[in-house]
């Protein structure tokens, strides 16, 4: 019997709610399941952002990823239950998937104008406080840290994702006009120029958002797999939610040709890996799924 998990994912964020009724069940008919291609499960905020993006993959042909748009809900809550969910679904057997948290988000930074693209393996979880003149931090597996935000504390903050696959990835992303850098994660929606800056001095982020840390969180403690995050400045220093929500349509359309440029480019990599293991005359090439975990490994 397939695993079947009926999520409901509720989000309100300053008046704007939508709800998503999905029963997650991946059995021998999942398009994942297929041809042994490896799944990259892109997982998105809003109905806005999963439109743009399925509308611009549709189409698409690719001979070794199988991607699915995957409209998971906002903040960490949503985006970790949805990761959570749909890994657990995926049929016994397939190949490790990959996971692509792909959305807007806002500036942290001068260097990061509005429209431009972060592609990140590298995401904090930085909810904080001042209510008695220090702060509290949430490391990355739900410990509970309370003390000044130092460099070194926030590296052990940090969550990395260890694929060199993806790094080969990251490489051939920044030579095409990819921002690379770290992503910084938090529930709360951050307006002001002043705490803009702040966060992204401390923490050594390019960008904020509400899901990547959960995201890669969720990838580590499934197993540690593979994870990226790609995402797109909507709102920029001096902008505030109302300019974010002017600007998600046109930012979103803008983030699915570069969505699409990242997994071509997932692609070539791994058919290049294939040629390779093809001339070593690797074992794994005897059937599809052993090759694709294979693949999926170097």
């Not at 490896?38 to 990823?65: K, N, Q, W």
């Not at 748009?69 to 057997?93: F, H, M, Q, R, Y």
Request: net charge negative; proline share 5%.
């Amino acid at each position: 019997m397939p695993f079947l998990f009926p999520v409901r994912l509720d989000y309100n964020l300053v008046g704007f709610a939508a709800h998503t009724d999905k029963s997650y069940s991946r059995g021998k008919d999942s398009p994942l399941a297929k041809d042994g291609k490896i799944a990259v499960l892109v997982l998105t905020p809003t109905p806005t952002e999963r439109a743009g993006i399925a509308g611009r993959l549709d189409g698409a042909t690719f001979r070794r990823i199988a991607p699915e748009v995957i409209e998971c809900g906002a903040g960490k809550i949503n985006a970790a239950l949805t990761l959570a969910a749909t890994v657990s679904g995926l049929p016994p057997g397939s190949a490790p998937p990959i996971i692509a948290g792909v959305g807007t988000s806002g500036s942290l930074s001068l260097e990061i104008a509005g429209g431009e693209v972060v592609f990140s393996l590298d995401s904090i979880v930085a909810d904080w406080r001042h209510d008695d003149g220090r702060e509290s931090l949430v490391g990355p597996y739900g410990t509970f840290i309370y003390g000044p935000a130092d460099p070194e504390m926030v590296e052990a903050m940090a969550i990395r994702s260890s694929s060199p696959l993806l790094a080969r990835l990251q490489e051939l992303l920044s030579g095409q006009g990819f921002r690379t850098g770290r992503v910084l994660t938090s529930d709360a929606f951050i307006a002001s120029r002043e705490h803009k800056l702040r966060l992204g001095r401390t923490f050594g982020a390019l960008v904020c958002d509400m899901e990547s840390g959960a995201f890669a969180w969720t990838a580590r403690r499934l197993g540690d797999l593979p994870w990226f995050n790609l995402r797109a400045v909507a709102d920029t220093l001096d902008e505030t939610l109302s300019d974010y929500f002017d600007k998600e349509k046109d930012v979103t359309l803008a983030l699915g040709d570069r969505t699409l440029e990242a997994l071509t480019a997932l692609d070539v990599i791994l058919e290049e890996r294939a040629w390779r293991l093809s001339l070593r005359g690797s074992e794994s090439r005897r059937d599809g799924t052993g090759s694709a975990v294979r693949l999926a490994e170097r």
